[in-house]
Antibody, heavy 117, light 107 residues
């Protein structure tokens, strides 16, 4: 069974940094493109970042480009999202998702990031 | 960037009804359109990809249609388990965009 488990979410102050992790199991992680998608409280879904299976290709939404970095450890089956210069508008539940081609096939349960002073 | 607009934003229906949710793209996305279901406090679940292909384990009462800029998610014979929020999603030029969501409520 494919499983994705996010961790690392917490309450941070504006301007601080945070790293999210997503532990994957039940599939060949190194062959799978992965993404982060977030959802602000009471709002809709927003794609954040993508990485190819090898980690050689990354993409970012405009709202996070230059502040967030996606990476992966294929030997440890883990996806990361390094978030720097956090803002109040980054407050959201962050989901990692296994991609199949261009759509989000399987989702984790999410990790809550709260940015507030 | 391509914008996705869903209608209606809220839909009230009864068990057994047939309902349709529309998703319009600001420019053509061919058939690169997916639909997701999300229940409160839960992660989204893939329902349909490439406009009309059902995801794994998705009941056949769900169906999708359309192409270009207008797409429809149809649910036949609504079940109690179907009351949730539905999102469309497109893929174009290495970017992924979701609609704002349609909340399907019990009438």
């Amino acid at each position: 069974e494919v499983q994705l488990l996010e961790s690392g979410g917490s309450l941070v102050q504006p301007g601080e940094s945070l790293r999210l992790s997503c532990s994957a199991s039940g599939f060949t992680f190194s062959n799978s493109d992965m993404s982060w998608v977030r959802q602000a409280p009471g709002k809709g879904l927003e794609w954040v970042s993508f990485t190819s299976g090898s980690g050689g290709t990354s993409r970012y939404a405009g709202a996070v480009k230059g502040r967030f970095t996606i990476s992966r450890d294929n030997s440890g089956n883990t996806l990361y999202l390094q978030m720097n210069s956090l803002r109040a508008e980054d407050t959201a539940v962050y989901y990692c998702a296994k991609m199949s081609s261009w759509y989000f096939e399987v989702w984790g349960r999410g990790s809550l990031v709260t940015v507030s002073s | 960037d391509i914008q996705m607009t869903q209608s209606p934003s809220t839909l009230s229906a009864s068990v057994g009804d047939r309902v349709a949710i529309t998703c319009r793209a600001s420019q053509s996305v061919s058939r690169w359109l997916a639909w997701y279901q999300q229940k409160p406090g839960k992660a989204p679940r893939l329902l349909i990809y490439k406009t009309s292909t059902l995801g794994s384990g998705v009941p056949s009462r769900f169906s999708g249609s359309g192409s270009g800029t207008e797409f429809t998610l149809t649910i036949d014979s609504l079940q109690a388990d179907d009351f949730a929020t539905y999102y469309c999603q497109q893929y174009n030029t290495d970017l992924y965009t979701f609609g704002q969501g349609t909340k399907l409520e019990i009438k």
